[in-house]
């Protein structure tokens, strides 16, 4: 994890710097037939809380003998010195989701994998429990997505992708009340229960689901393993999917890692671990309500290597990808079409910016910061501030070639 070997690029350091010192049930078999599902009350689509933090100016860059300056202090204890660190000593964040602000303090829930407990953590230093899930943690399970209801404003909903020793299910809660099921029946098997979720610009929730251990899963039909799912706050299918009355939008997934989008919901990603590689795809919008789901077709971008990839976020110019066995962030360059056009720019791996090791979760909060959970609990190499929520800095689009 080079805990005491982080060596900051100067434009990160500026940046974190300058920003930090600011500071209802849907049931679904494994078949088709027996679908049911009971729609919760109607709430109003608005856009998903898109919080934006303050400009601030810079300061002056430290000439070449003051560089040893910018090297942080090793963690004591639970206190890390790293003033992108906004929580400490948690258990396997495999899940975030920034609330909205717009003020000078960011702050986010985080969900812990094996424990289904979810913090409220933020850059002032609160640590406070938000809700605890009960979860089956065994293989990849347990509380792996989180996403807030996208009229969060209005009904303060939050919901997670969670694993159950029955299924995999979405539920939603809010604080204080016990969860709710919103889509169950979600295949379980001994490995590939991980998923993910996404609060949709268009007011509806993304669901991307494993292959509950079985690779044939993902493309057939009748079944929610492998898939990107769209539905409605209550767990209906969204209007506008490819079948009318299914929540599948997408399949062939084998271990989705996260969901990202565009502010404006123009462009969607999953990331997967599959069995020979891990990639990234683009996901498509839906159609017209009729016909078949579609095949999530050919990755946008391969790692032959596996490096185990996680949540992303889409710069616009760039997607950032987090990975958990690479300990890094790999960022694409975008064309002006979208699609991937250079190989990764790879960041906060101890060289280019800090290295925070596994990095379970990542999630956007404005334009240019998202925050990230550890996962160095989880099969890492632990320090002692792990597990933490970490902010992360949009980094400059480069590269060139094609895998």
Request: aromatic fraction near 4%.
């Amino acid at each position: 994890m080079r805990i005491g070997q982080r060596r900051w690029s100067v434009p990160l350091v500026l940046a974190v710097s300058g920003l930090l010192v600011l500071s209802g049930c849907a049931d679904f078999e494994d078949d088709a037939a027996g679908q049911r599902w009971s729609a919760a009350p109607e709430l109003s689509p608005e856009r998903g809380p898109q919080p934006d933090l303050p400009e601030v100016e810079a300061p002056d860059v430290p000439s070449a003998p003051q560089e040893e300056s910018t090297k942080v202090p090793p963690p004591q204890g639970c206190k890390d010195f790293d003033r992108a660190v906004i929580a400490t000593c948690l258990d396997t964040v495999s899940a975030v989701a920034p609330l909205p602000g717009g003020g000078q303090v960011i702050s986010a829930l985080a969900g812990e994998r094996s424990s289904g407990r979810v913090m409220l953590v933020d850059s002032n230093g609160t640590k406070n429990e938000f809700a605890t899930l009960d979860v089956d943690a065994a293989g990849d399970g347990g509380l792996t997505g989180l996403a807030l209801s996208p009229t969060y404003s209005e009904d303060r909903l939050v919901y997670a992708y969670v694993t159950t020793p029955e299924d995999n299910r979405v539920v939603r809660f809010a604080r204080g009340q016990q969860p709710k099921p919103v889509l169950t029946g979600i295949p379980k098997g001994r490995t590939g229960n991980a998923g993910a979720l996404l609060a949709a610009a268009d007011g509806s929730l993304l669901v991307a689901t494993g292959n509950a251990g079985d690779a044939g899963k993902s493309d057939r039909a009748g079944t929610l393993s492998g898939k990107v799912l769209r539905i409605d706050p209550s767990g209906a299918p969204a209007q506008g999917n490819p079948t009318s009355g299914s929540p599948v939008l997408a399949s062939g997934l084998t271990a989705p890692g996260g969901l990202c989008q565009t502010p404006d919901g123009s462009r969607t990603w999953v990331t997967d671990r599959g069995a020979d590689k891990d990639a990234l795809f683009s996901v498509p919008d839906g159609g017209s309500g009729s016909g078949g789901a579609a095949e999530l077709g050919a990755p946008a971008w391969t790692w032959p290597g596996k490096p185990g990839v996680t949540g992303c976020a889409d710069w616009t110019d760039s997607v950032a990808v987090a990975t958990s066995r690479d300990e890094n962030v790999q960022n694409l360059p975008l064309t002006q079409d979208g699609s991937v056009g250079g190989e990764p720019q790879v960041t906060m791996d101890g060289d280019n910016g800090p290295s925070y090791g596994r990095l379970g979760a990542l999630s956007q909060v404005s334009e240019n910061v998202s925050v990230a959970g550890t996962v160095n609990k989880d099969g890492g190499d632990p320090g002692s501030s792990d597990d933490r929520v970490v902010l992360i800095v949009r980094q400059p689009s480069g590269g060139s070639g094609r895998d």
